[in-house]
């Protein structure tokens, strides 16, 4: 990697989750145990996109990165394989419209790996910015409820059953997919487009998996250019200090990691890969877009982040 790749840190946690999302989401949103931070949503296309643009999110969840791009003034279309999160987020989507966001937005329940020919193809080669995040694996952290006297119990942290989901196909089977997925985006961005994917490293039988770094390897191979790397903070920041913001689930991990003589510690922050379209693409629409291409989009007018 570049010695000279660009890095910032981004303090996408100064509210907790579930205060970025509320009115802002429908409530029953909490459901799904993988959802982007919409902080880290919205500070991605407010940096890498200008209003008007189009953004894309191939594996959508429950719409966080069309939400927020609708609200900032951005077309955003969403492809997501699980039909229940796909209509969730056309759900979050109308909500964001009763509030009065100025954007379109779309859901299209389909698979990623095909995504040149889910979008219309008038929209090919004329995308400024994908943001999105692949899935961890098919049971995530989840919701906890404490009973007294009987433990703890975990809900809501399952988001597919599917065994084609990606979610199940292990960390081979995912790179490869993913390998598709950014080759597809790389089609459909205009010429400098962005693609911003959140991806953090994770455990896997007593071993630290460096997913952020083996997703720039992929998007490179795929025809992308690495730009930035970046870190999307998961605790807040508070002067000088980090306020931690770890779930139960991550917490215990580390207790029982600790107690075994492992050295680990809880995780504060995801990578934020951004990976750039090479600067001239063969498709018609692409050029057709690359007159008004911004080197770096920046709005000035969009809201902070929270």
């Known amino acids: ?38 902080a880290i949503a919205a500070r991605a296309i407010a940096t890498y ?5 189009l953004v894309v999110d191939p594996m959508a969840g429950i719409g966080s990165t069309l939400v927020e791009a609708v609200h900032l003034g951005r077309d955003a279309i969403g492809v997501e394989y699980e039909p229940a999160w796909a209509e969730l987020a056309r759900a979050n989507l109308a909500h964001a419209r009763s509030q009065g966001a100025s954007g379109h937005g779309e859901v299209v329940c389909a698979d990623a790996r095909h995504l040149p020919s889910v979008l219309d193809p008038a929209a090919v080669g004329l995308v400024a910015l994908v943001v999105t995040s692949p899935p961890y694996g098919a049971s995530l952290h989840g919701r906890v409820t404490a009973r007294p006297g009987a433990g703890i119990s975990k809900s809501h942290n399952r988001y ?37 994917m959140t991806v953090r490293p994770y455990w896997s039988a007593g071993r630290l998996v460096d997913l952020p770094g083996a ?59 951004v990976l750039r379209a090479p600067p001239h693409l063969a498709s018609s629409g692409a050029a057709r877009a690359v007159a008004r291409l911004p080197e770096v989009a920046h709005d000035p007018s969009a809201p902070s982040v929270p």
């Open 160 to 196: 597919s059953t599917d065994p084609a989901n990606l979610a199940h196909v292990g960390l081979a089977g995912l790179l490869d997919a993913m390998a598709t997925i950014l080759s597809g985006c790389a089609r459909v961005l205009r010429p400098g487009g962005f693609v911003a």
């Open 49 to 53: 996109s200008a209003p008007g643009d």
């Open 215 to 273: 997703l720039a390897r992929v998007g490179e191979r795929s025809g992308l250019v690495l730009y930035e790397r970046n870190v999307a903070l998961l605790a807040a920041l508070r002067d000088d200090h980090l306020v931690p913001r770890a779930s139960f689930f991550a917490l215990e991990q580390v207790r029982k990691a600790r107690a075994r003589g492992i050295p680990r510690q809880v995780v504060a922050h995801e990578d934020l890969l």
């Open 1 to 38: 990697m570049p010695a000279d790749l660009p890095l910032s840190v981004w303090p996408t946690a100064q509210r907790n989750a579930r205060a970025q999302r509320a009115g802002r989401y429908v409530e029953i949103s909490g459901t799904h145990p993988a959802k982007m931070l919409p």
